[in-house]
């Protein structure tokens, strides 16, 4: 399998990215939220600047594509006066994801933890270092990427340095910034970084090159885990999803109308913590047995020039055929963006057309390889 392209950083408001469709413009929103004056600001940018929809992305943040070069300084002044930006130092280091349903402490961790990271001492942590603060039990956050775990155990949170497998006990919400901070400056004065600025916890515990102080490890073991949450009603709120993660701007004014605030989630869903009705927008998905929900698809060709076929019009044809309980991704290419772990059956483009790979990654050997989309649709069975 030919290896894609990794970048090694993740684009930003003030670092955006060329596409096949235009700059990817992302928004992070200050601790995960954003009101209902917020949503419909950026329902409007994105029909004013962008493509018109708004997406969520893997990484609970938000982002615009389809954005010229020309429109994008107005864009980002538009994004200043919603009061979506912050500076370009600390926008890139606001890489937190934060419990949606928010256990008791999450808010005030992710404060902490942005207070500490503004600090110069932390601009030199690569830009896909994360921190996940998962605090309650069970944990929903687990299959979250991220390097450094604030999570829920049996008695109390932990703080765990991915890629080990157990954590350390943490008092209250105060020692577990002032212990996030300590770990995040352990790794960079022990050489987590490399000469390209790029760097992972996991890869750096695993290569043998960092051994974590006793004060930065433990022996207790994160809580359970438990499967990402269902679009529809939640904790006396109600999650609402769009196909591929991609709400259109009429639909994202629909949920604003609703009323706000609106919290990003990592699940590709935004979550309204005060909204029991349920808004009506053909383009929302609110029901948990939607076919759609069964199929993962990044953007493909053409809007990534990294791909070579076009994914979401085959995932749409397919989502039916799909037997409940089963995950199936259509992935542009061997990176899979949109849902980089196992699925039941992957479809990954290469060269124009589609290799096969059961019960695995997009990067895994495939079973079969060169499939046109046609003889997808033919032989393709669970
Ligand atoms: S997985 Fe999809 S979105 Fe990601 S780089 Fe490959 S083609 Fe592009």
Redesign the pocket.
């Known amino acids: 399998m030919s290896a894609?392209?990794v970048k090694g950083w993740c684009p930003g408001a003030f670092r955006p990215m060329m596409s096949g469709d235009g700059l990817v413009v992302r928004v992070r929103p200050p601790l995960g939220a954003i009101s209902a004056a917020q949503a419909t600001g950026l329902a409007d940018l994105a029909e004013r600047h962008g493509s018109g929809v708004v997406e969520t992305t893997a990484r609970a943040n938000l982002q615009l594509r389809g954005v010229s070069e020309v429109a994008y300084p107005a864009l980002m002044q538009d994004l200043r006066a919603l009061g979506l930006l912050g500076d370009a130092d600390s926008e890139a280091r606001r890489n937190l994801v934060l419990d949606p349903f928010r256990a008791p402490g999450t808010e005030e961790i992710a404060r902490g933890l942005l207070e500490g990271l503004s600090r110069s001492e932390f601009s030199g942590l690569p830009g896909k270092f994360g921190f996940v603060i998962d605090p309650g039990t069970p944990r929903r956050l687990a299959g979250i990427s991220g390097d450094i775990r604030i999570e829920g155990a049996a008695g109390g949170m932990i703080l765990r340095a991915d890629g080990s497998a157990t954590g350390r006990r943490l008092r209250d919400s105060e020692e577990a910034v002032t212990q996030a901070l300590d770990l995040a400056r352990w790794f960079l004065n022990s050489g987590g970084v490399g000469a390209d600025g790029r760097g992972r916890m996991a890869r750096h515990l695993m290569g043998g090159r960092g051994l974590l102080p006793s004060g930065l490890c433990g022996d207790v073991a994160p809580a359970e885990p438990v499967p990402a949450p269902a679009p529809g009603p939640r904790d006396g709120g109600l999650c609402a999803a769009a196909a591929f993660g991609q709400f259109s701007a009429a639909a994202l004014r629909t949920l604003a109308e609703a009323g706000g605030p609106i919290r990003v989630t990592p699940y590709r869903m935004l979550y309204l913590p005060d909204v029991m009705i349920q808004p009506d927008h053909p383009d929302l998905i609110l029901d948990p047995q939607d076919p759609l929900r069964r199929v993962q698809a990044?953007?493909?060709?053409p809007?990534?020039?990294?791909?070579s076929v076009t994914?979401r019009d085959l995932a749409r044809r397919l989502a039916r055929r799909i037997p409940d309980g089963q995950i199936w991704h259509i992935?542009?290419?061997?990176?899979?963006?949109?849902f980089p772990r196992n699925a039941d059956l992957t479809l990954v483009?290469r060269d124009g057309a589609f290799d096969l790979v059961k019960q695995g990654t997009?990067w895994d050997d495939p079973i079969r390889r060169g499939l046109s989309p046609l003889e997808i649709d033919k032989q393709i069975r669970p």
């Open positions: 894609p392209q990044c953007t493909g060709a809007g990534c020039p990294q791909a994914t992935s542009g290419c061997a990176k899979g963006c949109a483009g997009p």
